[in-house]
């Protein structure tokens, strides 16, 4: 079955320093992968989505991630950290027996901290 | 367009009782899914469904349930709750392709004492 590890539940960053939030997947199938974050009290809001084709997805917000089937990984980047980029950030992959978007996987999530 | 809408926002109920929560799919979206996320965890899917139907179903017990409408909106029952059910459910609509992503409502804080 597929699987999703988020490496650090808690990762603390300077405001204007690289943000990387490291992802790594199994699945048996080619997945569909995704960055969700979700701030306090809230639902989960789209950032970015790799399905086919380039490898390299930009999403909103500065966010970028890279799908890199050899490390089966998709590390989630910014290059300049915001104070507003303090959240929770969950990656999911697609299920391998339906191969829908619908049916994710979640990891447990990294907690995103922006230190002034 | 209207996002993702779910009712209540917060609920308290007793272990043992049943609960319904609703939810509208964002306009022009006929796939709703649901999901569950307990406290310090990743969401867990529980259902979707399309055409009325539930299509696909994760690791829950037939205790979870629940219906789609004509206006694709939708709704989740949980009967004989249990402590564990304490969590943030999570409604998710989406069109059929199998590469649309969730868009996910605010959700619904469920506590059960």
């Known amino acids: 079955a597929q699987s999703v590890t988020q490496l650090g539940s808690h990762v603390s960053v300077s405001e204007g320093a690289l943000v990387l939030l490291r992802c790594n997947y199994s699945s048996s199938v080619p997945p569909y992968l995704f960055w969700y974050v979700q701030y306090p009290n809230q639902g989960l809001q789209l950032l970015l989505k790799?399905?086919?084709?380039?490898?390299l997805v930009k999403g909103i917000n500065g966010f970028e991630a890279e799908f890199k089937k050899s490390e089966t990984s998709f590390h989630l980047t910014k290059p300049s950290a915001h104070m507003s980029d303090a959240a929770e950030y969950f990656c999911?992959?697609?299920?391998?027996?339906?191969?829908?978007?619908?049916?994710?996987?979640f990891g447990s999530g990294t907690q995103l901290t922006v230190l002034p | 367009e209207t996002g993702v809408t779910q009712s209540p926002t917060h609920l308290i109920k007793t272990r043992g009782q049943q609960v319904t929560l609703r939810c509208s799919s964002q306009?022009?979206?006929?796939?709703v899914s649901w999901y569950q996320q307990a406290l310090g965890q990743g969401p867990q899917f529980i259902f979707q469904?399309?055409?009325?139907?539930?299509?696909g179903r994760g690791n829950f017990p037939p205790r979870f349930s629940g219906l789609q409408f004509p206006n694709y909106s939708s709704e989740l029952n949980v009967n004989a709750l249990e402590l564990d059910d304490s969590a943030l459910y999570l409604c998710?609509?989406?069109?059929?392709?199998?590469?649309?992503?969730?868009?996910f409502g605010n959700g619904t804080r469920l506590t059960v004492t």
């Open positions: 998710a609509s989406s069109f059929w392709q199998t590469n649309s992503p969730l868009h």
């Open positions: 999911a992959v697609s299920d391998e027996s339906s191969g829908s978007a619908r049916q994710l996987t």
């Open positions: 306009s022009g979206h006929n796939t």
């Open positions: 790799y399905t086919t084709g380039a490898t």
């Open positions: 469904y399309y055409r009325e139907e539930e299509n």
